[in-house]
């Protein structure tokens, strides 16, 4: 079992930055992956970022050059560094983990969720 939770996020003006943080716990030497996902209110959970436990990165087009993923391993945290922000990225945001010896590259593939944490970009 992995718990995940989220720290962070809240109300923001367009232009302006947060840094959301999920900490993770329990059998934590088993995540291969972890991700942020990202869900507007109607619209579908899509991926934010993610980061393997070898430190390669991937992003969503829509974010690269404005949200950083980093995973600080001594305090078993993974944190979304996020600037430029844009009332377009208001959503609730998830922290997912997977484990195992396949690399989740889907949504499905994450075995674990936090309960999410809500950013709001509105002026």
């Known amino acids: 079992q992995v718990r995940l939770e989220e720290s962070g996020g809240g109300l923001v003006q367009p232009g302006g930055s947060l840094r959301l943080s999920c900490a993770a716990s329990g059998i934590i030497f088993s995540i291969n992956a972890m991700a942020w996902y990202r869900q507007a209110p109607g619209k579908q959970r899509d991926l934010v970022a993610s980061?393997?436990?070898?430190?390669?990165?991937n992003y969503a087009d829509s974010v690269k050059g404005r949200f950083t993923i980093s995973r600080d391993r001594a305090k078993n945290t993974m944190n979304l560094q996020m600037d430029n922000l844009k009332p377009e990225d208001t959503a609730v945001y998830y922290c997912?983990?997977?484990?195992?010896?396949?690399?989740?590259?889907?949504?499905?593939?994450?075995?674990?969720w936090g309960q999410g944490t809500q950013v709001t970009v509105s002026s």
């Open positions: 997912a983990a997977g484990v195992g010896f396949v690399v989740p590259t889907t949504a499905s593939g994450f075995a674990y």
């Open positions: 980061i393997t436990s070898g430190g390669v990165t």
